[in-house]
């Protein structure tokens, strides 16, 4: 079965310090891989998306076939970093969708 | 329009009662999809509609839950005799293609819940 996993819930950073988020799919063929973020009181919004190789707010990520991850990370988090950050591939199974993992809630403290 | 809209934005309701939600996708976007958000559950796909119809509605998870849409353009997600467990943020996005490609843009949601 497809699956999409953000092993971790919760991730509580300084202000300056490195972050790594990450996510690991299990997948046939090679999807497409997404981060959405959901700052407090606000709508999901796209983050990032490996197609593109942007990188969005000092985030990067970087995917990794062989271990099926694409992690995100950014050198020096930030005070608004704060928010509930999602994994998210697209299905592999012919349907066009995009598979959400389960979210992780960032608190970057000053 | 700008954004997605979704409206109710907030929705109290009786169990057992039918309600209706109902998403204002932007103009163009062939594309749009249904999410659940629940509470440490994340997101939950319920179904995507490529045009007026909809090739993957896998996730609805009881014959209670129906949707549609029609012109390409708004959709409605109605929920018959609502549980407690129907108790969600009710979440639309749509895509202007590819979703690969281009991602979705989300709505602000549709809180529900059920009493």
């Known amino acids: 079965a497809q699956r999409v996993t953000q092993p971790e819930k919760l991730l509580s950073v300084f202000k300056g310090a490195p972050v790594e988020l990450k996510c690991n799919y299990s997948?046939?063929?090679?999807?497409?891989l997404f981060w959405y973020v959901q700052y407090s009181r606000q709508r999901l919004q796209l983050l990032l998306r490996?197609?593109s190789r942007e990188s969005i707010k000092g985030f990067t990520a970087d995917l990794n076939k062989g271990e099926t991850s694409f992690h995100l990370k950014k050198p020096f988090a930030q005070e608004e970093d704060s928010a509930m950050y999602y994994c998210?591939?697209?299905?592999?199974?012919?349907?066009?969708?995009?598979?959400f993992g389960k979210g992780m809630k960032l608190t970057v403290n000053p | 329009g700008a954004g997605v809209s979704q409206s109710p934005s907030n929705k109290v309701t009786e169990k057992g009662k039918d309600v209706e939600l109902r998403c204002d996708p932007i103009?163009?976007?062939?594309?749009l999809y249904w999410y659940r958000q629940s509470l440490g559950q994340g997101l939950e796909f319920l179904i995507y509609?490529?045009?007026?119809?909809?090739?993957?509605k896998s996730g609805l998870p009881s014959d209670r839950f129906s949707a549609e849409r029609t012109g390409g353009s708004v959709s409605t997600l109605t929920i018959q005799r609502t549980q407690q467990e129907d108790s969600a943020v009710y979440l639309c996005?749509?895509?202007?293609?590819?979703?690969?490609?281009?991602?979705?843009?989300f709505g602000s949601g549709t809180r529900l819940t059920v009493v």
């Open positions: 509609f490529q045009g007026n119809s909809a090739p993957d």
């Open positions: 103009s163009g976007h062939t594309a």
């Open positions: 996005a749509s895509s202007l293609g590819w979703v690969g490609n281009y991602g979705y843009t």
């Open positions: 998210a591939p697209s299905w592999a199974g012919g349907s066009e969708k995009l598979v």
């Open positions: 997948y046939s063929g090679s999807p497409e």
């Open positions: 490996h197609i």
